[in-house]
């Protein structure tokens, strides 16, 4: 039953933990997902933000300290984006917009985790894009240590990266394994990357 708290479902959630959740019926299933650490806003002040650029001095003009603060008026974090931390381990990360879960960043050391048949964290990473793809029927695409599917919104970060830093036709190798983690959302995020960037992967 518990592993059933752990599994996938693209752009619905993990296990009993759906997007759309508030963080008090999140607190309902702190006995799996852990107790939180705490909420905090995901979006720097302006006057803190201001203040840090100014600190920079001469090595930005006044056009490119005020072409910052612009773009991260436009670009950056809601003030209605909040994060927290779950469970002891630190291997749960959640963020929240409006006041409802709308990602979910599991890291490496939650070995439970897994999709369909496969284990995350235990299984190759190319059994884990490959069962990822079977499933959802979606080419995965990927650039520099990123694999992405991007109908079904999951992000795997370090399970494979480029080989080489000259971003050659070399197939991608082995990540690191320490720095893993899976990413999940219901939606696209705002001011994500452009993932017209990235390049289909070769399975």
């Not at 693209?10 to 909420?39: C, H, I, W």
Request: zero cysteines; proline letters at 6%; glycine letters at 8%.
């Amino acid at each position: 039953m518990e592993d059933a708290m752990w599994q996938i479902y693209p752009k619905q959630g993990l296990g009993e933990l759906r997007f759309g959740m508030t963080p008090s019926a999140v607190d309902r299933l702190a006995d799996v997902y852990g107790v939180s650490k705490g909420l905090s806003s995901d979006r720097i002040p302006e006057d803190l933000l201001a203040s840090t650029i100014r600190d920079l001095g001469d090595q930005l003009s006044p056009k490119e300290k005020e072409e910052i603060l612009a773009l991260y008026r436009s670009e950056g974090p809601s003030k209605a984006s909040a994060t927290e931390v779950r469970g002891e381990t630190h291997s749960l990360v959640l963020t929240y917009e409006n006041g409802h879960l709308a990602e979910i960043l599991v890291g490496a050391k939650s070995k439970k985790l897994a999709f369909a048949d496969v284990s995350i964290f235990e299984a190759s990473p190319l059994d884990v894009v490959r069962r990822i793809s079977d499933v959802t029927r979606e080419p995965p695409i990927f650039l520099g240590e990123e694999v992405v599917f991007p109908d079904s919104l999951i992000f795997l970060f370090q399970f494979l990266r480029a080989s080489s830093s000259q971003g050659g036709s070399e197939a991608p190798v082995d990540g690191d394994i320490a720095e893993r983690s899976v990413t999940l959302r219901a939606t696209p995020r705002h001011g994500g990357t452009d993932l017209s960037l990235y390049k289909p992967l070769a399975l």
